[in-house]
């Protein structure tokens, strides 16, 4: 018991610290992306410090749901890699100690930290949200600092600056040109003068701009001028001036957006008041949709017609009494018919067009009426289903942290590669995939493609079964990425060749009998030159199916060479050894590495995409087939010769 909680601790111990460091390595790549993205809005502002250090804080907060996942994949990538690749978890699992058993302290922490995880994503992040985008609205509102260029007209409020050359050392601004146009185009005003200089109010809302020694040219107003006025020559005032001073608006306080401006919003609000707003807004929702369906029902044609087949007189409740019960009866079978295309055919032509341009103008009423309530009715739906998103994330979360820890600590234990070189690549694709299918989930429920649920927890739903799959793999201690297992499957798929080896027995028990050996080598040649010349080519696709993928023709070749190999590796002959290694494994007459009986070979012929898929294969192999049982015929005859050669030394020895 002492030693199974050593254990617990010395993982915790050794988990604890790299799931700090990843949290703050994942933390720092994200805050770095935010910077890049809001950069251009902070950059020449003159943002304080404080400021600028509260807009990431804030964005830290947020990025905590995205930085938490890819920290606990990485950190258990790393962890389970490190004791893998050390051998640590080969010595606990030698000590009888399973994976789960190994992985339960980290489950049980993990757990906590998804727990906390929750209450954060519903406690802290509405108020880190709400004063990102407040700091964040905040900044790209204020005015950037003021810092004219030289020989570049800069704008200031409908003012155009234009500076020849600056003197920073007596902050003195040489050759200045101004043109006004904040009166209109018409009414420009242009300032010329040999200097100036720009200060900024105590109260940094103006600029005051003090000229020396030039010229002002301005259009008199021209506002009220008739047409022929207007082409007469517009008269203008010029003034001389050895000082002048203009005010100008600009204010460079940072001013604060109001926080109310995202309070009512959805990225506001925890569980509770997200539960409160979806019910007040399907009700709101469900009351509009009523009003505006009774609406629409009362202007339409068939609330007319009923109405008018309501009120329609009954005949039988005049005055006129029927002649007799059958003429009551036909009376009462009379319906009153309105035909509008004779109605309007009836009508004058300037009637006619008088009612095509009433009907015409209702249609356009109508279509945009219900274009702008259809248009609220959108926006409505939309803010309901972030809403319901919004719900949904903040569970999401929690469980993705689980899901991550169940992909990387069994995936770390298979591929026994700690450092930060494997686990980061793999953890950075694997967070990829989440990110991509999350997202697309979101837009899907966004857009109401999907109901929120669906889309909030496909890329849970789609990570959970790997998860599963992992751990059962490595609880099972499979080779699962090891890539020589995939190679011998491609290898034993394709049929390879494979190649003899035969080596000299020290001790014989029985000489082979050469004689016997050599008539069965006859047979075998003929029978496989037989072969080549009638199997020429590939079975057809039903014929191969009907046969299971299995040549038949080809089968008994490869029992006798075999039969005579296990025969002739018993001699004492180095020739017949060496040669006996030039003869190849027959063993692509199974073409699918298989065998099916007739009936399922049939239904799989039907799937022609996958049964031409495995047909395609078994022809690569049938050629292989083809060439092994040439190379067959041609070892035989040699061999042939070649104890016949052993069959004449004998006989000279023995003479």
């Known amino acids: 018991m002492r030693t199974v909680k050593r254990l617990d601790l010395f993982l915790l111990k050794t988990f604890l610290p790299l799931f700090i460091m990843t949290f703050g390595i994942c933390l720092f790549i994200f805050i770095m992306q935010f910077l890049w993205r809001s950069i251009d809005d902070m950059v020449g502002k003159g943002l304080e410090l404080g400021i600028i250090a509260q807009l990431f804080f804030y964005f830290a907060m947020t990025a905590v749901p995205q930085a ?178 203009m005010l100008l608006e600009f204010d460079s306080n940072f001013n604060m957006t109001n926080e109310a401006l995202f309070s009512g919003r959805f990225v506001a609000k925890n569980i509770e008041t997200l539960r409160e707003s979806i019910d007040s807004m399907s009700v709101r929702l469900d009351s509009i949709r009523s009003a505006e369906s009774k609406t629409l029902y009362a202007l339409s044609y068939k609330k007319t017609l009923a109405g008018f087949e309501n009120n329609r007189p009954n005949p039988v409740q005049s005055n006129e009494e029927p002649d007799s019960q059958q003429g009551n009866k036909n009376m009462a079978d009379v319906k009153p018919v309105m035909n509008f295309d004779s109605l309007y055919k009836a009508q004058a032509p300037d009637i006619k067009a008088s009612l095509l341009s009433y009907s015409k103008r209702n249609i356009e009423s109508l279509q945009v009426n219900y274009t702008n309530k259809s248009d609220i009715l959108k926006y409505e739906e939309k803010e309901l289903r972030l809403h319901h998103t919004e719900m949904h994330k903040k569970f999401t979360l929690s469980f993705a942290c689980l899901v991550f820890f169940f992909i990387g600590a069994p995936l770390g234990a298979i591929i026994r590669k700690g450092g930060l070189g494997a686990p980061a690549v793999i953890s950075v694709v694997l967070f990829v995939v989440y990110y991509i299918i999350d997202n697309i989930g979101y837009k899907m429920a966004r857009d109401g493609i999907w109901e929120p649920w669906q889309g909030m927890w496909l890329s849970s739903s789609v990570l959970l079964p790997l998860g599963i799959f992992l751990t059962y793999k490595a609880v099972n201690d499979s080779v699962l990425l090891n890539a020589e297992t995939y190679i011998d499957t491609i290898k034993r798929l394709i049929g390879t060749r494979e190649y003899r080896k035969i080596e000299k027995k020290e001790v014989i028990m029985e000489i082979p009998d050469y004689e016997d050996a050599s008539t069965r080598l006859h047979k075998l040649m003929t029978d496989s030159k037989n072969y080549l010349a009638v199997n020429k080519r590939m079975m057809n696709y039903i014929k191969f199916w009907k046969q299971g993928g299995v040549d038949y023709k080809a089968e008994p070749i490869a029992v006798e060479l075999e039969n005579i190999v296990e025969i002739l590796k018993n001699s004492d002959q180095n020739l017949i050894l060496n040669k006996l290694m030039d003869f190849p494994v027959i063993k692509g007459y199974e073409l699918i590495n298989f065998r099916i009986s007739p009936k399922i070979g049939l239904a799989l012929a039907i799937l022609f995409p996958l049964g031409g898929l495995v047909y395609l294969i078994a022809f690569y192999r049938h050629r292989l087939l083809f060439q092994d049982i040439s190379s067959t015929a041609k070892v035989c005859d040699e061999m042939i010769n070649t104890l016949k050669t052993i069959d004449n030394r004998k006989s000279r020895a023995f003479e």
């Open 68 to 245: 938490l996942p890819l920290a606990i994949l990485f950190a258990s990538l790393m962890t389970f890699g490190n004791l893998g690749e050390q051998y640590e978890l080969l010595a606990m699992k030698a000590s009888g100690i399973s994976l789960v058993r190994i992985m339960r302290p980290l489950t049980v922490f993990l757990i906590v930290i998804a727990i906390s995880a929750f209450f954060f994503q519903n406690n802290i992040i509405p108020v880190s949200q709400v004063k990102m985008y407040t700091l964040l609205i905040s900044v790209r509102n204020k005015s950037p600092e003021l810092e004219i260029p030289e020989k570049v007209f800069y704008s200031i409020n409908g003012q155009n600056i234009y500076v020849k050359e600056k003197d920073n050392k007596n902050k003195l601004l040489k050759g200045v040109m101004i043109y006004d146009y904040s009166a209109g185009f018409n009414n420009a005003r242009v300032i010329v003068a040999d200097s100036g200089r720009l200060e900024m109010s105590t109260d940094k809302k103006f600029l005051i701009m003090t000229l020396y020694s030039g010229e002002s040219f301005e259009n008199l107003k021209t506002g009220n001028r008739t047409a022929r006025e207007a082409k007469d020559a517009v008269p203008y005032q010029r003034q001389t001036f050895g000082l002048m001073e």
